[in-house]
């Protein structure tokens, strides 16, 4: 295995207890939306670097109240990915590294982050696929592997029915 991989079987009762936390700490601070695991970390199978992926699905009418709110409690991570429907932030004092995407329910940025982990969770398949994208060059770590990563989930999406 590529160094720096682990398998997501071993994380996933540390991603579940984060994903509860996180959950609860959401609704605390009054921040709306329903919060999902997704990332390799919540397919049983697939390789992943050891963190854990977290994705806040809100109503579109709540998605600046949304954001807003995570501004004032969590970090926020790759602004320059950005946009009217995403915005990414890390939680702070966890397990693991731990990533929030916030997207309108719907959105394009929504279909990617939900959908495509729904197929790869159904299709043992697929998951050998992503673990080879995993595994090619360096890993995640070598040239090119955003770029194999953004290619599997296009076509992944393209699988999904309904899509365009």
């Known amino acids: 295995m590529t160094e ?31 919060l999902v695991l997704v990332g390799g970390s919540s397919v049983p199978g697939a390789l992943t ?30 602004p320059e990915i950005w946009g009217p429907t995403l915005a990414a932030f890390e939680a702070v004092d966890t397990a693991l590294p731990t990533g929030i995407a916030v997207t309108p329910v719907g959105s394009e940025h ?9 197929l790869l ?4 398949a697929l998951v050998e696929e992503y673990n ?3 595994l090619a060059d ?15 989930f296009d076509r992944v999406l393209r699988l999904w029915p309904g899509a365009d």
Do not use: M, N
């Open 132 to 134: 080879a994208a995993k």
């Open 49 to 78: 670097r050891g963190d854990v992926d977290l994705h806040l699905r809100v109503a579109a009418a709540d998605f600046a109240a949304a954001v807003d709110a995570l501004r004032r409690t969590h970090t926020i991570v790759h």
């Open 110 to 118: 929504d279909l990617r982050f939900h959908r495509t982990w729904e």
């Open 138 to 152: 360096d890993g995640p770590a070598g040239e090119g592997y955003e770029d194999r990563k953004s290619a599997f």
């Open 4 to 34: 720096g991989l682990r398998a997501s079987d071993d994380l996933l009762p540390w991603a579940e207890r984060i994903l509860a936390e996180q959950r609860d700490a959401l609704r605390a601070a009054g921040v709306p939306g329903d």
């Open 121 to 124: 969770r159904a299709d043992p």
